[in-house]
């Protein structure tokens, strides 16, 4: 297939990003700047990859933040960063999304800071490549616990909380791993289309209380651990962007955008749906066992 060069400015050109934790150097408006102004976001995981991004486009639009998770320094760094370059407040908090009493205690320490939770995005997430046959029951039920509880325990936790006699919105980044069943992907895939199955629930249960539930699904993006843990650059060796539709991977600002377009007024009337933000990739992916079976042996005889 011959690449078709896009010009400047096309509907399918991505936005400048950075690979790494930082915040990037240029940002040009394509929504009005003041479109989450005086709104507050709590992102599990955002202090790093795909959830440091979000919180950083939610920033740029006038939102205060949380961000929560385990690693507290890594955390705290993040938050300095996304402070100095969006001139909003930035709140890093320990929790673990599997207990929920960790859950409860930064939800009221957001509460108290902040006294509102206007968008909770469900980031965290756990995985690796590996062939269900090598999989031991306890990292199966890993990244469960992670996944889908841990995507429940927040949402109940902030929604008992703040959400049920306030309204908002909450996203859920979940995958398209199940949608052909993902070769070494058995614990992430049944773990993400859970959730997906969730957002369904809640949004039908809480839309009464006026607030919209969410998925949205990335591709392979680039400059994050997902991409790495699951042979991304192995596959960008051997030319797999060719095989997708728009021939590139994407990167963690378009789906920073998506989850603004979610949390945004502009999606008044969007729940219990899952937005796909992938080039397409998902329907053309190689899906090869053979291949990813070499990336899984190769990365066990380094960590061995
Ligand atoms: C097989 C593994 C494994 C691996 C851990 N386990 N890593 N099994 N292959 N590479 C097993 C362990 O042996 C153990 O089982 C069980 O899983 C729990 O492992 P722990 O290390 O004790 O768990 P924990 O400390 O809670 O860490 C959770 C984790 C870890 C998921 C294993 O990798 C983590 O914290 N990940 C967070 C970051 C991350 O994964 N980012 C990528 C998200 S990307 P036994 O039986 O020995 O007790 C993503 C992409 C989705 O989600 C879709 C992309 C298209
Ligand atoms: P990442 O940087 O590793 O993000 C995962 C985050 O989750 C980390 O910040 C981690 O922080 C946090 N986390 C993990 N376990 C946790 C726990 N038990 N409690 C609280 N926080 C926990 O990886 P990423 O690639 O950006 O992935 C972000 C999201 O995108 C995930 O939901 C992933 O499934 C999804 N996704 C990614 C891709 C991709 O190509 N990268 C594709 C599809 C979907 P701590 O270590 O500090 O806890």
């Known amino acids: 297939m011959d690449p078709v060069k896009s010009p400047q400015g096309s509907a399918c050109e991505p936005p400048p990003d950075v690979d790494t934790d930082d915040c990037l150097q240029d940002y040009s408006y394509l929504y009005s700047p003041d479109i989450l102004k005086g709104k507050v976001a709590f992102v599990t995981g955002g202090g790093s990859g795909i959830g440091f991004r979000i919180t950083e486009i939610l920033m740029r639009h006038g ?60 980031n965290a997430a756990g995985n690796f490549l590996c062939p269900a046959s090598s999989l031991s029951f306890n990292a199966y039920k890993t990244v469960i616990d992670i996944d889908t509880l841990g995507t429940f325990n927040v949402s109940k936790v902030v929604y008992d909380k703040w959400l049920r006699d306030h309204g ?89 955008h998506g989850v603004l377009y979610l949390a945004s007024p502009l999606a008044s009337y969007v729940t219990g749906t899952t937005l796909v933000v992938d080039g397409g990739s998902w329907l053309t992916s190689p899906n090869d066992f053979h291949s990813l079976l070499d990336v899984w042996a190769t990365d066990r005889k380094k960590d061995k």
């Not at 908090?93 to 909770?120: G, H, M, N, T, Y």
């Not at 049944?190 to 607030?211: C, F, Q, Y």
């Not at 539930?213 to 060719?242: C, D, K, M, Q, W």
Request: glycine share 8%; charged share 20%; with cysteine.
């Open 63 to 122: 939102c205060q933040t949380v961000i929560a998770s385990r690693n507290l320094q890594k955390l705290t760094e993040s938050a300095k960063k996304l402070s100095a370059a969006t001139g909003q407040r930035c709140l890093p908090l320990c929790l673990d999304v599997r207990q929920p009493q960790s859950i409860q205690s930064a939800v009221d320490e957001a509460l108290k800071e902040f006294s509102r939770i206007d968008i909770l995005v469900n």
């Open 168 to 256: 908002g919105v909450i996203v859920n980044i979940t995958a398209t791993l199940s949608y052909r069943g993902h070769v070494l992907q058995v614990h992430a895939g049944t773990a993400k289309a859970a959730v997906d199955a969730m957002t369904k629930h809640l949004a039908v249960e809480w839309g009464p209380n006026r607030i919209r539930v969410n998925s949205l699904a990335p591709g392979p993006i680039s400059g994050t651990e997902g991409y790495r843990r699951l042979g991304g650059h192995h596959a960008e060796a051997s030319g797999f962007h060719h095989t997708i539709p728009l021939l590139r991977t994407g990167n963690k600002t378009e789906i920073a």
